[in-house]
């Protein structure tokens, strides 16, 4: 049997390229993750990867020119670098890199370019490949700009979102939708989302998750949020991909180190 190619994501935020990682796994390849240009040299040197997708905005670069530091460490290695900034120059020019491009750059085409690297050393998606699944999201809360905006993110990174404006809607929505989780705000009109919350659980018995987001930043709504039945609470000023790590923790189809390392985050 043929060795599993191996590929080593080295980003100083592991959360966007989750899907990649999962995929890529799914297919057969051996996959593993560092934060810092110190752990990347390590796990580098320990599972000599195949294919090395780099952030050139790495913790604990300094001065280092990194694609000189990776070359050195990984003669035969393949590398995809990904840039802050805009590069003008072309694919592997001069730098021995098999891609370098700008981010942010979408999971699926970071792992068509993955790929076309690894030379067909993965087997076809559809050969013996586990889809991932495609999880329910309910998100309820009256600010519909914010609504929106958390409806298209997420429906960018692969979930299926309801969204609801009120309580009462989401409630009678419950039985036929099924979601995974629900994303609910603490401050609404009507029923608030503490007492929306209880009675998911009660409707769902206990099934369906509950994150609350809210503005608040007060022991007592943590305290309360947890009583009622919240599993998480994020703030509504959080940036974006904060709330995919917790969506993904609590409703994604992961495997476990993405889980543990969404876990130790936190």
Not at 240 to 262: C, H, M, N, T, W
Request: hydrophobic share 40%.
């Amino acid at each position: 049997m043929a060795k599993p190619p191996v590929v080593l994501f080295a980003e100083s935020d592991l959360s966007w390229s989750r899907d990649a990682r999962v995929r890529l796994r799914r297919r057969g390849a051996e996959v593993h993750m560092a934060s810092t240009v110190d752990d990347a040299l390590h796990t580098a040197s320990v599972t000599k990867p195949d294919l090395l997708i780099l952030d050139d905005d790495l913790d604990g670069r300094g001065t280092l020119d990194l694609v000189e530091v990776f070359r050195e460490a990984l003669p035969q290695a393949e590398i995809i670098l990904l840039e802050s900034e805009g590069t003008d120059i072309p694919r592997g020019n001069g730098h021995k890199l098999f891609f370098s491009g700008a981010k942010p750059i979408s999971p699926f085409a970071l792992l068509d370019l993955a790929e076309k690297a690894l030379e067909g050393r993965l087997p076809a998606a559809s050969e013996n490949v586990v889809s991932c699944k495609r999880s329910k999201v309910l998100c309820i809360d009256d600010d519909v700009q914010y609504l929106r905006s958390v409806s298209r993110f997420l429906n960018r990174h692969g979930y299926e979102v309801a969204t609801f404006e009120t309580a009462e809607g989401a409630l009678q929505a419950i039985p036929r939708l099924k979601p995974d989780l629900a994303l609910i705000d603490v401050m609404m009109p009507g029923m608030g989302g503490l007492d929306l919350a209880q009675k998911i659980r009660e409707t769902t018995r206990g099934h369906t998750p509950v994150v609350f987001l809210t503005g608040l930043d007060s022991e007592e709504v943590y305290y309360e949020g947890h009583v009622r039945g919240g599993a998480f609470m994020i703030g509504k000023s959080e940036k974006p991909q904060k709330v995919l790590d917790v969506v993904d923790y609590f409703a994604g189809d992961l495997d476990e180190s993405e889980r543990a390392l969404i876990k130790s985050q936190m």
